[in-house]
């Protein structure tokens, strides 16, 4: 089968510094992967690379198998990529039920004729309820969505993300900012809601990651030194000298 995310020679320079130095990874249909680094270690600016925002100095990326390297955000999100960012992104002044609607409009809108033929606005409204449901916000829709809780905001924006149906969902830090119970709620969410897509995601939470990650890739300086399971990459010598030091991987937050 077509690995959902393929990376080939990626590089990232800024002017003379390079950033990102030759990353190869691919990533199956269906994983949940998770892209752990010190502070700096250039996950961002991966994800920036990935889902279109930067221009590669080097390389490849390709989704499902069809090359995006040179395409545009807008363009590899109607390709089956969609993605969350460190901030919150959502519009606080609209209800969350509009929020979420248009986040199926911006990604559905244009693209699929059936949302033009077939009772447009029921479709709509039907869906975006749906994926209320599924985030635990339905009983809040009408409310405008700057008065949600923090952890609440952030379960918004995992729904505006899914909303287009996109087949690989990238977050960037799902839990930056949550007591550990909201940490709890939105793990469960994102494994919830990920049920038969591909996650990538960035996280500082060891715990999040340990639990949630099918494979883990670990980016020191702009290099992956390390690619496996939770535990090959919690045993790994070069992972424990480079990055996760004493912090018990289990339960540590590591920066
Ligand atoms: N647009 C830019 N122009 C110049 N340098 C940049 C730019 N974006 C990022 N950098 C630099 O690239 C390096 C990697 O940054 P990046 O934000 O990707 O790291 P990170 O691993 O996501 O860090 P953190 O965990 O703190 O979010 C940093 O040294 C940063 O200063």
Redesign the pocket.
Known sequence: MTAALQMQGVRKS??P?E??RGIDLEIPTGERHAII????????????LISGK?SKTAGRILLNGTEVTELQPYQINRMGLSRSF?ITNIFPRLSVFENVRCGLLWSMGYRNSFWRLVDTERALNERAAQILDEIGLLERCDLPAGVLAYAEQRALEIGITIAGGAEVIMLD?PTAGMSHSETEGVVELIRRVTQGRTLVM?E?DMGVVFNLADRISV?VY?EIIATGTPEEVRASKAVQEAYLGAVDAGEGEA?
């Open positions: 800024f002017g510094t950033i990102i680094g010190p502070n700096g270690a250039g996950k961002s600016t991966l994800f920036h930067y460190q830090e960035v500082h980016l702009g920066h």
